[in-house]
């Protein structure tokens, strides 16, 4: 079992910036690969960035250049930075943490609102 907690979230103008941290606990011995994923009202949960064990990511284009995601082993943290938030960012931001048994478990989530 792995338990992730996020938080960082909140509301923020249009340009400005937020930071995400995703913290987990249990067998994270097991985890593979961790992500951020989002859903907006009315739209699917989608896939906003990802990052494996040995360190390589991944990112939706429309994050491209404004989103980085790292993570802290030390810590068993993940974060997004998220720069130049623009109101289409606005979202449930959800931490993913997927095993080497291929297993999904994910956090609570946190609102992410950018006004314009």
């Known amino acids: 079992q792995v338990q992730l907690v996020e938080s960082g979230g909140g509301l923020v103008q249009a340009g400005g910036s937020l930071r995400l941290s995703c913290a987990a606990s249990?067998?994270?011995?097991?985890?593979?690969?961790m992500g951020w994923y989002r859903q907006a009202p009315g739209k699917q949960r989608e896939l906003v960035a990802a990052?494996?064990?040995?360190?390589?990511?991944n990112y939706e284009d429309s994050v491209k250049g404004r989103f980085t995601i790292s993570r802290d082993n030390a810590k068993n943290t993940v974060y997004l930075q998220m720069n130049s938030l623009k109101p289409e960012d606005t979202a449930v931001y959800y931490c993913?943490?997927?095993?080497?048994?291929?297993?999904?478990?994910w956090g609570q989530g946190t609102q992410v609102t950018v006004s314009s």
């Open positions: 993913n943490s997927v095993t080497l048994r291929r297993l999904d478990y």
């Open positions: 249990g067998s994270i011995f097991s985890i593979n690969v």
């Open positions: 990052i494996t064990s040995g360190g390589s990511t």
